[in-house]
């Protein structure tokens, strides 16, 4: 079975600070990982995806994240908050493509981005 | 740019009665999900659909819910009877053959009485 742990429910950066969200997943097979935004009344937008291609992985909106196998981890990064960045944020794992294949989603995390 | 849709937004009923979500996926993709995301916790599968038939359902999908694509483009679930603790956000999704990428619509806000 699948999992994945996001740390922290919630997270509070200043405006043009660094924004880390922790996510560490489980499976017994090659991952497929994602991050979604979810933002206020709306629906789950795709940020970024880790296919077992390159481990640093490029998204909208300046987001990144790097996949490490030896940590089972895919911290999600943006070097400097915007305001616009407040949401929730959700870290999810499949383990194959090509088929209908459930994603299973952490417990999210809420980004409070202050002055 | 296409994207996912479902109807309506919100919908409000009494328990014990059937409703009917609506979702219109991507129009060339295969693969449809439904998912539910409960207030304030995290978003769980609850079936997967393909070939006009269930790929995988979750302990959640009972006997009180169905789905079905009536028509090659809708894609609906139903909830026979419903129950206080179905109230939720339900979010449909679709993916293509080949992509490994989930599209979410915005989803259905239903509630319970």
């Known amino acids: 079975a699948q999992s994945v742990t996001q740390l922290g429910s919630h997270v509070s950066v200043s405006e043009g600070a660094l924004v880390l969200l922790r996510c560490n997943y489980s499976s017994s097979v090659p991952p497929y990982l994602f991050w979604y935004v979810q933002y206020p009344n709306q629906g789950l937008q795709l940020l970024l995806k880790y296919t077992s291609a390159a481990t640093l992985v490029k998204g909208i909106n300046g987001f990144e994240a790097e996949f490490k196998k030896s940590e089972t981890s895919f911290h999600l990064t943006k070097p400097s908050a915007h305001m616009s960045d407040a949401a929730e944020y959700f870290c999810?794992?499949?383990?194959?493509?090509?088929?209908?294949?459930?994603?299973?989603f952490g417990t999210g995390t809420r980004l409070q981005v202050t002055l | 740019e296409p994207e996912v849709t479902q109807t309506p937004s919100h919908q409000v009923t009494q328990m014990g009665q059937e409703v009917i979500l609506r979702c219109v996926p991507i129009?060339?993709?295969?693969?449809f999900y439904w998912y539910r995301q409960i207030l304030g916790q995290k978003v769980e599968f609850l079936v997967s659909?393909?070939?006009?038939?269930?790929?995988?359902k979750s302990e959640i999908f009972d006997d009180q819910f169905s789905v079905e694509r009536p028509d090659g483009s809708n894609f609906t679930l139903k909830i026979r009877s419903t129950k206080l603790e179905d109230s939720a956000m339900y979010f449909c999704a679709s993916q293509g053959l080949g992509g490994e990428t989930q599209y979410f619509g915005p989803g259905t806000r239903l509630l319970v009485l």
């Open positions: 659909f393909y070939n006009n038939e269930i790929s995988e």
């Open positions: 129009s060339n993709h295969l693969y």
């Open positions: 999810a794992v499949s383990d194959l493509t090509g088929t209908a294949s459930k994603l299973t």
